[in-house]
């Protein structure tokens, strides 16, 4: 049996049964010479592929279409059609009912050709599914039952209970915790639990995309509704449809832009750049930060926005108050990263796991895992046993810079000859220096509020 399943409709019975024949030796296909049956039984099975007639008894071709659209009842649309309407044909494909309008008299050797290339479509989408699927899965530490989760150090066990629980709900969610803790694996973990799984998972990065571009990218937009808007473009929420929208650094959202995301949120109704057009959405939205964003100002995060992403708040701690999880962590990321590299090291001598236990990891396991993943491209592929000399080559860099540093800065305090507030304003020149001179990035990175970074380029130096 075929894994790609093709459902025909024509009223007229030669049609169908000459489709059937033609293709059944490659394709699951099912014929149909009533368009209301037809939806009737997509209704209870999707299908692959759909080939409609346009001019029927009973429904149209396109109405059909846009009635198994609503019920995402298959993935890819044929047209057929005696009537060669151009202005017809454009608009069938551009609200991607189709993916070709073939013309009557029917050539099955065109339709096979079509059907051969959708399939190949369907199959790659699957396949990417899968790989993406098996990503997360090796990302997460997960066996073949799915993803799964490492420590109970602190209140990580409370935090896990609470996942499972509200995962199969729609409930929006607020993730965060500082930089690096694992907001990110979160969020998948709550799609890949939840009745959307099989759905699109769509994130995007608030903090990460300059804010003449966010309303776009968020929302969409219409052909020339702007200068260089040469075609139409779908929105981040438009597809996330029937799945999951992560909003990573929600707290970046500019003001102006969180009103129009509030009204999403509450009427689950979108609107283009441009577009006059509403369009119903289904998502469920996961957001995160590691912004406070229940004591921010109304000027930074509208408070009504905050009450519609928080119905459920997790709050991920930091590594540092989870030591007793921290050799659990640590042989986990190095078996998982052993196999990306193709390396056989699976084991941590005494010395090296001590090493690697006393750093009190500020970049928290995104931290960990980078100096876990140089530690094993160094090391020798026959090896089995990263060592505390291994760790130290690619810590005590670092750690030496970061010890020497802070002794300098001790010695120019006991001098009398260091200024805190001068230091201060250096560093954030560099940091904002480092960033481009792009203050919302600096902002994202430290944790700092932007008005700090605003104030640094008005204040003169003291």
């Known amino acids: ?276 057009q509403p369009i119903r959405v289904d998502f469920r939205l996961v957001s995160a930060t590691n912004r406070a964003l229940e004591t921010a100002g109304a000027e930074e995060f509208r408070r009504d926005l905050f009450y519609r992403i928080a119905t459920v708040h997790l709050k991920l701690p930091d590594l540092a108050s989870r030591q007793r999880d921290l050799p659990v962590h640590i042989l986990s990321l190095v078996e998982r990263n052993a196999r990306l590299f193709g390396k056989i090291a699976t084991r941590v001598s005494p010395d090296a796991m001590r090493l690697l236990c006393s750093y009190s990891w500020p970049g928290n396991i995104r931290e960990l895992d980078n100096v876990i993943k140089r530690a094993l491209l160094m090391k020798s592929p026959v090896d089995d046993e990263l060592t505390l000399v291994d760790m130290k080559a690619v810590m005590e860099a670092a750690v030496a810079t970061t010890s020497g540093a802070f002794d300098q800065i001790a010695r120019d305090i006991m001098a009398g000859s260091f200024s805190f507030s001068s230091t201060e304003r250096e560093l954030l020149q560099r940091v904002l220096t480092l960033s481009g001179g792009r203050i919302m990035e600096a902002a994202r990175i430290t944790g700092i509020s932007k008005d700090r970074f605003y104030r640094l380029q008005d204040k003169p130096p003291t």
């Open 1 to 276: 049996m075929s894994d790609i399943t093709v459902l025909c409709v024509d009223d007229e019975q030669y049609i169908v049964d000459s489709i059937r024949d033609f293709i059944s030796g490659e394709y699951a296909c099912t014929a149909c010479t009533d368009p209301v049956q037809s939806l009737e039984y997509l209704r209870q099975t999707p299908v692959d592929i759909l080939v409609v007639d346009y001019r029927m008894a009973g429904i149209s071709g396109l109405d059909l279409l846009r009635e198994a659209r609503k019920l995402d009842a298959y993935m890819v649309g044929i047209l057929l059609t005696a009537y060669a309407d151009k202005n017809l044909l454009a608009n069938v494909l551009n609200d991607s009912l189709v993916y070709k309008a073939l013309e009557k008299p029917l050539d099955l050797q065109r339709l096979k050709f079509e059907l051969d290339e959708s399939a190949r479509q369907i199959r790659d989408k699957r396949e990417n599914q899968e790989k993406l699927r098996d990503i997360y899965r090796f990302l997460s530490g997960a066996g073949d039952d799915g993803f799964g989760f490492i420590g109970k150090d602190g209140d990580l066990a409370d935090l896990w209970r609470t996942v499972e629980r509200i995962a199969p709900t729609d409930e929006n969610v607020l993730v965060t915790g500082e930089t690096g803790t694992g907001k990110d694996v979160i969020a998948r973990q709550l799609h890949a639990m939840s009745t959307r799984a099989d759905k699109p998972f769509i994130k995007i990065n608030c903090g990460a995309i300059p804010a003449p571009l966010i309303e776009s990218e968020l929302f969409g937009h219409e052909k020339g509704a702007f200068s260089g808007a040469d075609r139409r473009k779908f929105g981040k929420i438009e597809l996330a449809h029937r799945g999951t929208l992560f909003l990573d650094e929600v707290g970046e959202l500019p003001v102006d832009l969180q009103t129009r995301l509030l009204h999403v949120v509450e009427d689950k109704v979108v609107e283009r750049v441009g577009g006059t």
